[in-house]
């Protein structure tokens, strides 16, 4: 039989929880492993609010296993380590993202790409190395791995940079791998949310040129203004998309909805590479003839591997990149949720977990 | 009123010339009388030995892709014997042998042009169904001369047999082509080929001389010791077969898809591994099914490729004169072409029609 949440692990622990496909979320107590040789327990201060974390909290996906504790934008401090631990000490600033467990020993793993492992755990609704569910970090505390726990930069805000442990990996690691550093090369961003902005940030510190591509104008002053994009291209006005055919490196897409694929591969010219980081439910309409034509590509990208993770987080300290956000208490994370839902943020909520979540 | 009147195609230049047209989508072709211009300071003349049977003739022969104007002159893997040359002509004598591939012509000024990628040049112009520089149509190798600018013009090695060598200056370049870009000609590798026809049969041998090991994916069984015994690939899945396709998932570092038919993309992407590229070099007209996750879930990509520049084309001559590649051809007289056509709709042709121009083109 299995057992209760609170009673599977020595370490109680305490979140807010979805049940079940509605996504609201309430109080769950739970419970973490007792602190492993090689583990490091982190005390949970912020965590970011992901967009993945609204989708399987309502199972949009279609393989949530309730209840969950989504969260994998984590910063905290440590607590403790195990006795095999030598990069962590009690008090250090660290971060945890999308990961907590990986096989070590596959092709992936060993060339640091632990996000390709084929049997990779999730930080949350997973299934973990001794058969127990993984809990995310709207909770007050989270044992993991030393190999997956990542240093913190001292002057890196806690706050503002806790989305940088999803959203700015799953932007960064793409754009390394796919050549997008190259200054003066032009870079679209398509859709300016969590993932978009930051986008725009990383693409100005490379050196790009950075065109914002959205779907409404309303984005347009922020994206210049606060952000720094060079300029912004609106997807409704037939004239300003014509202008721009062929005029772009690179696009990272990360519209997360279902959204047509060609006026996109039209904007790139000849060998210009379309990334796509959201993740739409459903299969989109991929039309051949303009890869063909202009040796263009569709490449995927799924967050990034620890090191590159900390390689990330030490860059955006050097160049004080960090994300936009709200603020939000625990108990408004339903509120936040419904206006996720309707991208009303600008441009991601970070609960504050370390004043706010508290016990009833 | 001023009227332009049309030349017709015998008189729109000063050298006659003779081929087989197609003159609507019915796609039947038959004789025709038409004209190439005098041999310019920077031309190659030619007389056409032979000229393979691109699928991409079929389709535009039945203006399958919309764009066909007739009559029409199929034909872009034309070799023969210079006959003339230029005064201003560097690279080419009388008697040497040469061919010829998908373009004659570029705008020579674009970004495209100046990196020798004259085949992603806006203003390309094809060697058939296109308009010219001079405001006339090309007409293609289906005939008895051609006149060309020398850029355009690819040395053909002397120990390549021209029937056998010239489905290379479209179905091999158009194989090499992104072989090479997109790193998938390195030894140890191993690549799938989806489909066994004109471009798939010399995927298999390119591969193979660049030391790769080479799946052929198709969805005919009876293909498969062909493969094995005959190409040299290493092995074979059938790609209706579902066994088939889950013991292979994960194994490829890249898919060259040769079939230009809607089918779907996933199981291919499933056969990639982390980092793999499924490289279209077919185009089927309709959109294709992505799902997003597979994509994402190993980092892979979906990317196409079109023929290829003049200095890639002609690199891809002398390595198949290196390590002997040729087509696999079945070598056909002039009035067997719509019969062949036929077949090439059936896919029935070990791989590759070629027409014996020389010899079985004739003026009536």
Excluded at chain 2, 19 to 27: N, P
Excluded at chain 2, 280 to 295: D, R, T, Y
Aim: proline share 5%; charged share 20%.
């Amino acid at each position: 039989m299995a057992k209760n949440p609170e009673e599977e692990h020595p370490v109680k622990a305490f979140g807010w929880a979805a049940r079940d496909s509605s996504g609201v979320l309430s109080p769950f107590h739970f419970s973490r492993r007792e602190n492993g040789d090689d583990d490091v327990t982190v005390k949970i201060f912020y965590c970011g609010v992901c967009h993945s974390d609204l989708h399987v909290a309502k199972n949009e996906w279609g393989f949530t296993n309730y209840p969950i504790v989504p969260g994998h934008e984590i910063v905290g401090i440590v607590t403790k380590v195990g006795k095999q631990v030598q990069k962590f000490r009690v008090g250090d600033k660290v971060g945890v993202g999308v990961l907590v467990g990986s096989c070590k020993s596959c092709e992936g793993c060993q060339q640091d790409l632990e996000n390709y492992c084929p049997q990779l755990v999730f930080t949350y609704n997973s299934i973990d190395c001794d058969g127990t569910k993984t809990y995310g970090g709207y909770s007050d505390v989270i044992v993991v791995h030393q190999r997956y726990v990542l240093r913190f930069p001292d002057n890196l805000p806690s706050d503002a940079g806790a989305p940088l442990l999803c959203a700015g990996i799953t932007v960064y690691s793409p754009m390394k791998y796919y050549g997008m550093t190259e200054p003066g090369k032009h870079l679209g961003v398509a859709g300016l949310g969590g993932l978009g902005h930051v986008a725009v940030k990383f693409g100005k510190a490379f050196g790009l040129k950075v065109t914002v591509i959205s779907g409404s104008q309303s984005k347009e002053v922020e994206a210049i203004n606060r952000l720094g994009a060079d300029s912004f291209l609106v997807t409704s006005d037939p004239a300003k998309m014509k202008a721009a055919i062929g005029t772009m490196d690179f696009i990272i897409d990360t519209i997360s909805a279902v959204h047509p694929l060609l006026p996109l591969l039209s904007l790139l010219r000849l060998n210009g590479k379309l990334v796509t980081v959201g993740l739409p439910n459903k299969p989109l309409e991929l039309p051949i003839f303009p890869l063909v034509l202009g040796r263009k590509l569709i490449g995927g990208s799924d967050a990034g591997g620890m090191k590159e993770t900390q390689e990330m987080l030490d860059f955006c300290a050097k160049n004080n990149i960090t994300a936009d956000i709200e603020l939000i208490k625990m108990d408004e994370i339903n509120k936040a949720m419904e206006r996720l839902a309707k991208s009303d943020v600008r441009y991601r909520f970070v609960i504050d977990v370390g004043n706010s979540l508290s016990h009833p | 009123m001023t009227s332009i009147i049309k030349k017709s195609p015998e008189e729109q230049h000063r050298q006659k010339a003779f081929g087989w047209a197609a003159r609507d989508a019915s796609g039947v072709l038959s004789p025709f009388k038409f004209s190439r211009r005098a041999t310019g300071d920077e031309d190659v003349t030619f007389k056409v030995l032979y000229c393979g049977i691109c699928h991409s003739d079929l389709h535009n022969i039945k203006n399958e892709w919309g764009s066909s104007t007739y009559p029409l002159v199929p034909g872009h893997e034309i070799v023969g014997i210079v006959t003339e040359v230029g005064s201003k002509v560097q690279k080419f004598k009388v008697g040497d042998r040469v061919g010829v591939g998908c373009l004659v012509g570029a705008c020579h000024s674009c970004d495209s042009c100046s990196q020798h990628l004259e085949n992603y040049c806006p203003k390309m112009v094809l060697t058939y169904k296109s308009i010219d520089y001079d405001g006339n149509t090309t007409y293609g190798g289906y005939s008895d001369i051609m006149v060309v600018n020398e850029h355009y013009a690819i040395h053909f090695p002397e120990n390549l047999p021209l029937d056998a060598g010239a489905p290379l200056l479209c179905a091999g370049i158009t194989v090499y082509s992104p072989l090479k870009y997109y790193g998938l000609d390195k030894p140890g590798l191993h690549i799938g080929v989806v489909g066994l026809g004109g471009l798939g049969h010399v995927a298999v041998k390119f591969a193979k001389a660049f030391g790769v090991k080479v799946t052929v994916i198709s969805t005919s069984p009876a293909k498969m010791s062909e493969a094995i015994q005959h190409l040299g690939a290493d092995a074979f899945l059938v790609s209706r077969d579902p066994e088939q396709l889950q013991g292979a998932m994960g194994t490829m570092d890249g898919i060259i898809d040769t079939v230009s038919a809607f089918h779907p993309l996933m199981p291919l992407i499933g056969l990639l591994k982390s980092d793999g590229k499924l490289v279209m070099v077919g185009a089927p007209e309709k959109p294709l099914e992505l799902a997003v996750f597979p994509l994402l879930a190993g980092r892979k990509t979906v990317a196409g490729s079109m023929i290829g520049g003049l200095k890639e084309t002609q690199e891809m001559i002398d390595f198949a004169g290196k390590h002997n590649i040729t087509a696999d051809v079945e070598v056909i007289p002039m009035d067997y072409v719509n019969t062949a056509m036929e077949r090439l709709v059936k896919a029935d042709v070990r791989y590759r029609f070629v027409i014996d121009i020389a010899n079985t083109l004739r003026a009536d």
